[in-house]
């Protein structure tokens, strides 16, 4: 099975700048979907970034333009390089990983099969 872990998550102040980062293990991992999800207390999660296999994007409106989903395959590694971050960017940070089709949706949690722990990120 797919393993997720999750890290880089932190205090920051509105402005500033974090990279997470989640380890992939178990594969295999072609054909896989990675995706960056949030969730805050009291609200539903959040799709806030997607890869496909092919290497296609995509973002969240709220995010567009501050955060860059990528991938170092070599190290069997997501990245989410969050910038300009905003009060309302405080959230539980999961990583996720799903088998991809035709239809797959890179933002919809249902969409995934495997999830990471989380890592929190708290901007203020």
């Known amino acids: 099975q797919v393993q997720l872990v999750e890290s880089g998550g932190g205090l920051v102040q509105v402005g500033g700048s974090l990279r997470l980062s989640c380890v992939a293990s178990g594969g295999p991992y072609a054909g896989h979907c990675m995706g960056w999800f949030r969730q805050a207390p009291g609200q539903e999660r959040e799709g806030v970034a997607g890869v496909e296999s092919d290497g296609s994007t995509s973002y969240a409106d709220s995010v567009k333009g501050r955060f860059t989903i990528s991938q170092d395959n070599a190290k069997n590694t997501l990245y989410l390089q969050m910038n300009s971050l905003r009060v309302e960017d405080t959230a539980m940070y999961y990583c996720?990983?799903?088998?991809?089709?035709?239809?797959?949706?890179?933002?919809?949690?249902?969409?995934?099969?495997?999830w990471g722990q989380g890592t929190q990120v708290t901007v203020s």
């Open positions: 996720a990983a799903g088998t991809q089709n035709i239809l797959f949706r890179l933002l919809v949690a249902n969409e995934y099969n495997y």
